[in-house]
């Protein structure tokens, strides 16, 4: 095992130490925290049982759904808008009005609007999300160098083959930074989500062992989130690497490293 992966696992391997060793010991009430194998068992038992696929079957593609919708939305209105100030104007107000609504305080509107079920939930990761990508995307428009932009069309680009062939790579790395960002935060929509507005999923079971105070199974929800959010993360790493090869030998980190003789 490298070096390099050694030190990504050392945390988690902490953590998931002092939680198994401070219940055991009663230094932390084991009904408030349960030691990690008690969780894991659990987990064991509701995937055995067939509980556990289809609760993160729907959580996952009511996260899916949701973030591909906003991705949607998002990504070609910031880059609209942060190329186009005039049109920015009419929208700044609003977006900047409605960005900072916790995704919660959208539920009770959105369970008005839509009933009980799937589309409030994808409502809600949609405004959690959605805002986020946006503003980040319009940041990173504006600071396309112009001077890029003003060779291509010194050079005869079209507005339209200058935005395809000199904005959209030039803003490649923040849009895939917004789209782990925005995976994120739809995570953190859907299980809250679905602890109000739906009757399944990762965020019920959670809700549905609170009221039966099954402590293990709220844990094992937060285990299986995090290890959802960090897979998709993972993969969207993988993406960026293959995506970005072009960047190799161009970020700043590359010359602390080399002089502290990593």
């Known amino acids: 095992m490298s070096a390099k992966i050694c030190r990504r696992l050392l945390a988690p391997v902490v953590l998931l130490a002092l939680w198994e060793i401070l219940p055991r010991f009663k230094i932390i009430d084991p009904i408030l925290l349960p030691p990690v194998s008690q969780v894991l ?14 609760y ?12 591909s919708i906003a991705f949607t939305v998002a990504i070609p209105a910031g880059i609209l808008l942060g190329l186009m100030p005039s ?8 977006i900047h009005l409605l960005r900072p609504l916790a995704p919660p305080a959208w539920i009770p509107l959105a369970i008005l609007w839509f009933g009980i079920g799937n589309a409030p939930a994808v409502f809600i990761i949609f405004i959690g999300t959605v805002f986020a990508m946006l503003v980040g995307t319009l940041s ?3 600071a396309v160098d112009k001077r890029l932009i003003k060779a291509g069309l010194t050079l005869g680009a079209t507005p339209s083959q200058a935005i395809f062939h000199i904005v959209l790579p030039y803003l490649a790395p923040a849009i895939l ?49 995090g290890t959802l959010g960090l897979g998709l993360d993972v993969l969207l790493r993988l ?24």
């Open 41 to 54: 068992l659990r987990g064991k038992e509701l995937f055995v049982k067939g509980f556990i696929f289809a």
């Open 177 to 225: 930074a917004q789209m782990r960002i925005g995976l994120g935060l739809a995570w953190m929509c859907v299980i809250a989500a679905e602890m109000v507005a739906v009757r399944g999923g990762i965020g019920f079971m959670m809700i549905e062992a609170r009221n039966l105070f099954r402590t293990e199974d709220i844990l094992l929800g937060m285990m299986i989130v």
């Open 87 to 94: 049109l920015e104007e009419y929208f700044d107000m609003l």
């Open 239 to 262: 993406l960026e690497r293959r995506i970005l090869k072009w960047r190799k030998g161009l970020e700043a980190y590359e010359f602390f490293e080399t002089a502290r003789g990593l």
């Open 56 to 67: 993160v079957w729907e959580s996952v593609w009511r996260v899916l759904l949701g973030f």
């Open 140 to 142: 990173a428009t504006k």
